[in-house]
């Protein structure tokens, strides 16, 4: 009886966090991370580019810690509809003052992403000024994936995968199906270069409104197309990672694509442009310190181990629960 109760608990445990917690898609937080890099000046370059492959490999090591860390979820979304409606001017925007109205515990248990991205701008900030590479790298890393995150519409609402509306699924299908399909072949992802953010609460603020004023025109759109595709010509079985799986058609995604007028990559192209403004604020204002020195650095065994660690327990908890690996 009690394991039968401990494997109950633990199937609700990751079942909550798979639900309240998102994200591009492996595929999705990797590629803006990578193209994140092109953007930066020559002198953040001579560090970044060298290590393009950790940035974009460790994109995604906050949604592998979601099903471990009960503190991680809350960091990737914000249920703005609980605050009221457009621009939700209910909610401060300060940490402080937002603590003061509604209580942290309310705050984290609705979502936190964008004072989360504030307090991570503070951590790059200072591994920049101790010139620390392993800080540098693994808070450029996942400052990226919690700024990805608040490019999405529906991390923005509490219909987060159209549970409310009979339209489950739908949140893989904007943020993971369709940038799978499109992005190589037909978004644009020449940007220009990073700038300095004059007023990083602001400016990732006006981000996420930008996603919140979305989220409407995603539900109707894919319910409106699915009141056209027949349900055999909506879904398809196609190989992912050596298994059949049914997921959106190619038709039903691109169709959808079409009806939000690139949405999806405007969404993207805006994310890596944000992050990559975001790493050269952190330097900037940590005083431009020259990362020539830096450029031999390596990973210590013990950090090594540690995110080995962290991949051991993702897989394991994907063959507990029988997900797929992204």
Known sequence: MKIIFIRLFLFTFFLFFSLTSYCWGFYGHQQINRLAVFLLPPEMMI?????????????VDPDKRRYAIAEEGPRHYIDL??????????????????IEKFSEDTLKA?????????????????????KDFSKIMKNAAEIGHYIGDAHVPLHTSSNHNGQLTKQRGIHGFWESRVPELLADQQFDFFIGKAIYIEHPSEFI???????AQ???SVLLFEKELSHR????????????????VRQYSSAFTIAFNNKLNGMVERRMRQ??????????????????????????????ENELASFESLNNAWRNSNKMMGREEE
């Open 47 to 59: 560090l970044f580019k060298p290590n393009i492959y950790f940035l974009t490999e460790h994109a």
């Open 81 to 98: 509809d609980y605050y009221g409606k457009y621009p939700f001017s209910n909610l401060p925007r300060q940490w402080k003052d937002a």
């Open 110 to 130: 609705h979502g936190i992403v964008p004072w989360h991205i504030q307090t991570m701008l503070y951590r790059l900030t200072n591994a920049f000024k101790e």
């Open 205 to 211: 603020w006006n981000r996420v409104l930008e996603s």
């Open 214 to 216: 979305a989220v409407d």
């Open 229 to 244: 595709f027949p349900e055999d010509n909506k879904y398809s079985f196609e190989e992912r990672n050596g298994k059949i």
């Open 271 to 300: 994310a890596i442009f944000s992050i990559a403004s975001f790493w050269y604020t952190a330097w900037v204002n940590a005083g431009q310190p020259d990362l020539k020195s830096l450029t031999n650095s390596r990973f210590s």
